[in-house]
């Protein structure tokens, strides 16, 4: 496996195991027409993190895949934020709550969790006329 995870896994298997964090979004949970290429992106990034940490489970490596929503930030400043919004801090909070309680997925801030259950239970006609 020629990924940067790879290379850093024999110095955390031989320390008996450790916590992989990666931000990913929830932007990938579904695909949406506004974003086409972030959400698939943010897709394959969510599915490889998963399967990185079925294969290296037993070996010790925890791989926490952080799904934040919209969050106010300086990149994020003068854009009308959305429904959910959250805050750094509260993506930090929710971060260090999941690897404190040994979660493998934190949604961010945790209302994202409730909607994108919601969300992927919507049928590919109503997606396909969605604007969100």
């Keep these: 496996m020629p990924t940067s995870a790879a290379t ?20 990938g949970e579904r695909g949406r027409s506004p974003a086409v290429l972030y959400g698939a ?6 599915r490889y993190l ?9 070996q010790g490596l925890r791989v926490v895949t952080v799904l934040p929503g919209f969050v106010h930030t300086a990149m994020t400043e003068g854009l009308a934020p959305p429904p959910f919004a959250g805050t750094p801090e509260d993506v930090a909070r929710r971060v260090v709550r999941a690897l404190d309680r040994g979660r ?13 259950l919601a969300v992927r239970a919507l049928p590919r006609s109503v997606m396909r006329r969605a604007t969100f």
Aim: charge should be positive; aromatic fraction near 10%.
């Design 41 to 46: 992106a943010k897709a394959g990034l969510t």
């Design 8 to 27: 850093c896994s024999r110095p955390t298997f031989a320390r008996g195991g450790g916590v992989l964090c990666v931000f990913s979004s929830v932007a």
């Design 104 to 116: 493998p997925v934190v949604y961010a801030p945790g209302v994202w969790h409730a909607v994108m």
């Design 50 to 58: 998963e399967g990185l940490d079925h294969r290296y489970h037993a």
